[in-house]
């Protein structure tokens, strides 16, 4: 039966007396909500159990059901409801991206690719969330729930004393209470009996749950093998969001997860059809963060004539420091040729006209690093848990890092480096971007990880 599901609270699961009806339930899988909406004749017939054991659980599971529902919807004086507040994530251009920084009473859901630095601002804000109201704080307590590994508590160390403001204010690792959970069932009795406890003991100090990350567990071990599992992994991802966004409410506080990515297929579909602004993969982009032209790909793949959107290079080739790279080795290659060839002519005066011509070009790159520009490059990366999980979210954060044009090449200065390796063209580049929020517009900032944890870049830093 599901009774611990629906109440795992509920003192019947502890009556020894209702062991063998709770056995029969699951013999014959009746439900909570059989009991709740079936007679107690129907129920007893299903059951093979006597007529006044079954309605003397349903009359108490019914009472309980009642006293849960009046609690849950106690009408509140408007003076005593609590709206959503913000707490700072200590750096100034992520707050203002983020509308403020990271709301309470809702869910913010940070997802990139690994290495993205998704556990570095999670520890941030673990810290940021302690800090008084006059520093932007809301001196809070954190759980941090990790699914992979456990917190890596040095670096925490490294952050705290690499910001003055975090020792002064006596922001501590002590503040944090660190769960891990080893696989599903592990993960949701945490969720659904522990943190509940743990909340209502703090008493209001806790302002924040982090769950690094909310996908791990579900991407392994729920089955998605037919239609079917696919309809009972919504329902499920849609309890877990519910039950932390109860917590949100009830207590205050902010629920800030990690989600991990996974590729999408492009959609084909067997005839060819122009997407209308309602279609599913038509917005789909918007909600998953990806680039402009991807998104224009995306809409136009399907499309019955005109142009042939999956060869059409152009509306994908956004590398521009792909193209910038190229240009300038085209250009130190010149240099050298135009040298050579000088080089040739004066040190053999009598060389016949026709001999007067460059050296032939060549390249101290690998050739097929020369191309570097123009990839045709279609963004396909999805958040994990879909839609069902989105439409709980009130923020959601993608974490991106890829490679931009390292100085040497900006400062046109390639012709001074006399190695081979193609690494030195490039340097990391991420990105923060605010996909959707109820607070802020969709907005992205470049960033980088620092011993001090992550902070926004501004103007001519990138
Ligand atoms: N002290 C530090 N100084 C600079 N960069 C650091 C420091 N510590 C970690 N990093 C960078 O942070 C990145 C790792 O970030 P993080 O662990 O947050 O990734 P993640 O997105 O959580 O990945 P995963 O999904 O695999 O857990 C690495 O690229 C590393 O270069």
Known sequence: MDLYDEFPQSFLLCDEGFTPLLDACRRYQVSVVDFLTLSSKE????LQRSINEVTKFQELLTAEYDDQLTEFNKVKPIS??????????????IDEVLGGG??????????????????QLLMQLCLSVQLPTDMGGIKGKCVYITTEGDLPTQRLASMISARDELVRYGVSQENIYTVTCCDLINQEHILNVQLPILLENSKGTIK??????????MRVELPSRDFKDHQDNRFYVDQVAERLLDLANKHSLAVVVANQVSDRPLFESPEPYVAELTDYEYQLGWWVGWKNSSILYHQKYN??????????????????????????????ENLSRTKAA?????????????????APRSSTFPPH?????????VDRRVPTLGLTWANHLSTRILLSKTYKASPMIRRGELHLYKGSDPLMF?????????????YAESKEIPFVITKRGVESLLGDDW
């Open 43 to 46: 129920l007893a017939r299903q």
């Open 80 to 93: 005593e409801v609590e709206g959503p507040v913000s707490f700072t994530t200590t750096d100034v251009g």
């Open 102 to 119: 990271v709301y309470t009473h809702g869910i913010t859901e940070i997802f990139g690719e690994s290495s993205s630095g998704k556990s």
């Open 208 to 217: 924040l749950i982090i769950v690094d990350s909310i996908s791990h567990h």
């Open 303 to 332: 499309e019955p004539k005109g142009v042939d959107y999956r060869d059409n290079e152009d509306m994908l080739s956004d590398d521009e420091d792909g193209k910038l790279i190229h240009d300038e080795m085209v250009r130190v």
């Open 342 to 358: 000088k080089i040739t002519v004066s040190s053999n005066e009598k060389t016949s006209s026709e001999d007067r011509r460059p």
């Open 369 to 377: 690093k020369q191309r570097f520009y123009k990839k045709r490059r």
């Open 426 to 438: 490039w340097q990391v580049k991420r990105m923060f971007k605010v996909v959707f929020s109820a």
